[in-house]
């Protein structure tokens, strides 16, 4: 028998994270990176102290069938655990849409899950030539590059989404890296503002206009949240 997906956590409900969808989020447990603002460092060992048995989120959701319209992998990091793609064909079959966030780190896996999926969201961290001193992790920027070309290959719904700390990217990166993604491409790109940690406490440094004028004008789609 197949392992089972180890989940850290569910939230019941969400309308924000999956577009269109009222939604149900799990959070997988591990993630192969280590970056500095990441939120959920509890999620980031492979095995954790308090887990969810996927027994439980399959019965949450066969009791939400007609009340939610999906569900959204999230994490820490869903494509480290190879028991995604069964949970996924899971849910499917309960009748939901289903969602993903990802970081791309795995680029092999992303592939067998990708025609599965309803939307997805990729983290973007920085030009791909620089991911490494976000993530920690040699090549991080390799794969996650492989990853963001799948997407794009696949068809599918997506948002490119790169989260904003001027100790850890700087303006000119953001550009470099935003040009990037329009060559390749990209036509939905949000930056998100980074949220404090104790690890990383605010900068009072706020992008500036033209920078975000910029960079909107490279997106069909593109937000500030
Ligand atoms: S890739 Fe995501 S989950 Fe993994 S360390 Fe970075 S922010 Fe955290």
Not at 77 to 87: D, G, K, N, R
Not at 127 to 134: G, H, V
Not at 182 to 209: C, H, I, W, Y
């Amino acid at each position: 028998m197949l392992p089972a997906l180890k989940v850290a956590g569910l939230t019941a409900l969400t309308t924000i994270d999956f577009p269109g969808q009222l939604a149900a989020v799990v959070f997988c447990q591990g993630c192969p990176w280590r970056c500095p603002y990441c939120h959920n460092p509890n999620l980031l060992p492979n095995t954790g102290s308090d887990s969810l048995p996927w027994q439980q989120v399959t019965s949450f959701m066969n009791d939400r069938r007609g009340l939610l319209d999906g569900i959204v992998f999230s994490g820490g990091e869903p494509t480290s655990q190879t028991a995604l793609l069964q949970a996924i064909l899971e849910m499917k079959q309960l009748g939901f849409s289903v969602g993903l966030h990802t970081a791309g780190p795995y680029p092999d896996r992303l592939s067998k899950v990708l025609a599965h999926l309803d939307w997805i969201a990729l983290d973007i961290k920085a030009p791909f030539d620089s991911y490494d001193k976000i993530t920690g992790a040699l090549h991080s920027g390799e794969k996650a590059k492989q990853s963001a070309l799948l997407i794009l290959e696949s068809g599918l719904p997506y948002e490119f989404r790169t989260t904003v700390h001027p100790n850890l990217i700087d303006e000119r990166s953001l550009l470099i890296l935003a040009r990037n993604l329009q060559q390749m491409g990209v036509e939905n790109f949000a930056l998100q503002d980074f949220r404090p940690t104790s690890a990383l406490p605010k900068v009072e440094e706020p992008l500036s206009a033209h920078v975000i004028k910029a960079i909107g004008a490279m997106f069909p789609q593109f937000l500030v949240r």
